[in-house]
């Protein structure tokens, strides 16, 4: 597979063209998002489960990164040796990459759901794409589509209802600053990416990224002060009555909760275009809603899911927004 044509969540590659996808090649990239959305959204309770009794935020982040690293390496080598060389001028590009657009956003998004719902905050992130046509049109001061008005316009709408701000906002502050500081860092991540796979290929840099995320957590809590031994500990799933160990849980974030649906959107790319699985991945928060409801008994109220479904259109919008010059893939934010 020539990874030439590939381009990493985030990124923004080459001119967008219009060019017909053969049925049998369009339903199994469908399905390639779909099942990458299904993968994140198991991902969000499960997390949440193992950050209520095994691991602190920093610590579960550090893990994921320095495993996901080593998968996302594996694959790399195993494809093409090569592309994991590194030169000395992408060294600062990959270091803030990472610490902005993957170690920071993965931390953000542990923090909120700990505090909120984990579709809520993923609504809240999932609005990056309002933040880049934003940035696009009054700093890059590129021509965008009018429909961005609209899109921001409902989803500010839209997150009014979610957070009930008629109720005097009727959720943790710290989570909704968290969620926010999480969509401002994924849009950094989708506009980094935009030049990282311009030099290089998206597995290495997904290696890289993961890699230099992981020992920045590192510095920050040392490996001897992760308690490892809460692995063989069993958590609680909620609702559901089931009790596994912990290094179950922890092995779904790190192999199918983030390797797994990578991989899946990278080959979904390559048979639908950005544009369409960025649309088509608008689907992980409320599959993620519908997993946490049995799993961790989150539940929205009337209010709260008209809220989200405002947002989601006004996400689908201004995916749409930027003009077909670039491809925003905005399919696999890191958290």
């Not at 920071?104 to 309002?130: C, D, G, K, N």
């Not at 797994?260 to 990278?266: C, D, E, N, Y």
């Not at 539940?299 to 201004?318: K, N, P, R, S």
Request: with cysteine; glycine share 10%.
């Amino acid at each position: 597979m020539d990874s030439s044509d590939e381009s990493p969540a985030g990124a923004v590659t080459g001119p967008e063209i219009d060019v017909p996808v053969p049925t049998g090649r369009a339903v199994l990239g469908v399905g390639y998002v779909l099942a990458a959305a299904g993968l994140f959204a198991v991902n969000g309770s499960l997390s949440k489960a193992v950050l209520s009794g095994a691991f602190s935020s920093l610590q579960l982040v550090e893990i994921r990164c320095l495993v996901a690293s080593a998968v996302f390496a594996a694959v790399a080598f195993a494809r093409r040796p090569g592309s994991l060389r590194m030169g000395r001028r992408e060294i600062a590009f990959v270091t803030v990459y990472a610490i902005v657009g993957v170690a920071l956003v993965q931390w953000l998004y542990f923090v909120s759901i700990s505090r909120m719902p984990v579709s809520i905050t993923l609504l809240i992130e999932f609005t990056a794409p309002v933040l880049i046509a934003l940035w696009v049109r009054f700093v890059r001061r590129q021509s965008v589509h009018r429909r961005i008005w609209v899109a921001l316009g409902l989803t500010v709408a839209g997150l009014a209802l979610v957070a009930e701000v008629w109720r005097g906002l009727s959720l943790d502050a710290v989570g909704l600053l968290a969620a926010g500081a999480a969509a401002v860092s994924l849009a950094t991540y989708y506009l980094l990416g935009e030049h990282g796979v311009g030099r290089r290929d998206p597995w290495s840099l997904a290696a890289w990224s993961f890699g230099v995320a992981g020992l920045f957590w590192i510095l920050v809590t040392p490996p001897w002060r992760i308690p490892w031994r809460h692995l063989d500990a069993s958590l609680p799933l909620g609702q559901t009555g089931l009790t596994p160990p912990t290094w179950l849980l922890v092995g779904y974030v790190v192999l199918l909760g983030t390797a797994a649906p990578f991989g899946l959107t990278l080959l979904a790319l390559r048979r639908i275009g950005a544009g369409h699985a960025g649309l088509i991945a608008t689907a992980e928060p409320p599959l993620a809603g519908l997993v946490a409801w049995p799993v961790l008994g989150e539940v929205l109220d009337t209010a709260q899911i008209l809220g989200a479904v405002v947002v989601l259109a006004g996400i689908v919008l201004a995916e749409t927004a930027r003009r077909p010059v670039r491809i925003a893939t905005a399919a696999v934010p890191p958290g």
